[in-house]
């Protein structure tokens, strides 16, 4: 499997999680029916395309040309654009909403991809900020399988990942001028399996991490103790995530 290929299934999967609130913002906010919609960071288009089926008038932009090759291989029908989210080639008060998912983790100056998200806003419109995670509040349970969630910290940081991204959402939208914050977290609600649909893609997400740290016998010693915790049916990994929306 390609990295393309791991990644945009992996957005896919994050994607149907978010999908629920997702909705719930959309009812909150009214949208017109065919909607001029921006994602910034949009990678493979899992959530964008989904606003492309429902008819309304897409646009992604990313700043990874390759991912973007990838959406089009794989039928995107997103109008795609390769830049970065923080100096936005858009004319001004155009989009009836612009979104990010999963995109200010990784961003050295959010208050200013915002602002340029605002400026290509209309006055009416909305900022969508679906999905940011809060990694420095993780839990991960049992012992010692907090060590290995801080190892996966230690790894996405060196990386260039903001760890408390989720926390400073209504903060950020605040530097950024915005009014009418909106926030919340995501419920995290289970069933207890001895294998979960989602554990291998989990685990696959945290070796990528891991391997560019750490030696594959430390790795693989996590990987028992997380297997048997599963198995047992008593392992816990909850990364609170935030959302927020807000108008100019
Ligand atoms: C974790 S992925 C999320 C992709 C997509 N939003 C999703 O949830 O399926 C983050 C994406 O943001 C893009 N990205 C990172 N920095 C960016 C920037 N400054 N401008 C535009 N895109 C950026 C990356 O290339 C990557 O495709």
């Not at 400026?119 to 995670?133: D, H, L, S, Y």
């Not at 260039?160 to 605040?174: F, I, T």
């Not at 989602?198 to 297997?227: C, G, H, M």
Request: proline share 2%.
């Amino acid at each position: 499997m390609s990295d393309y290929q791991f990644w945009s299934s992996r957005y896919k999967q994050q994607a149907s999680w978010t999908r629920e609130t997702r909705n719930f913002i959309i009812n909150q906010i009214s949208l017109p029916l065919q909607a001029n919609i921006l994602e910034v960071g949009c990678g493979s288009c899992a959530v964008l395309d989904e606003f492309t089926e429902s008819g309304h008038n897409t646009v992604g932009l990313d700043i990874d040309f390759q991912i973007l090759k990838y959406s089009i291989q794989n039928s995107s029908k997103a109008s795609l654009i390769n830049g970065d989210g923080l100096s936005l080639s858009l004319k001004n008060d155009f989009f009836d909403i612009c979104f990010c998912h999963y995109l200010l983790l990784w961003i050295d100056n959010p208050v200013r991809i915002l602002k340029e998200m605002s400026r290509v806003t209309n006055k009416t419109g909305w900022i969508c900020i679906f999905a940011e995670p809060d990694y420095l509040s993780r839990i991960d349970y049992p012992s010692p399988l907090d060590k290995l969630g801080q190892m996966q910290n230690s790894s996405l940081s060196n990386q260039g990942v903001n760890l408390s991204a989720g926390r400073n959402l209504q903060n950020w939208l605040m530097q950024a001028g915005f009014s009418n914050i909106h926030w919340g977290i995501y419920g995290f609600h289970q069933k207890v399996e001895s294998h979960s649909i989602n554990a291998d893609s989990e685990w696959a997400t945290t070796q990528r991490d891991l391997e560019k740290l750490y030696s594959v016998e430390e790795i693989l010693k996590y990987k028992e103790i997380e297997d048997n915790a599963r198995t047992q049916g008593f392992r816990i990994l909850f990364i609170p995530t935030f959302y927020a929306y807000a108008q100019i």
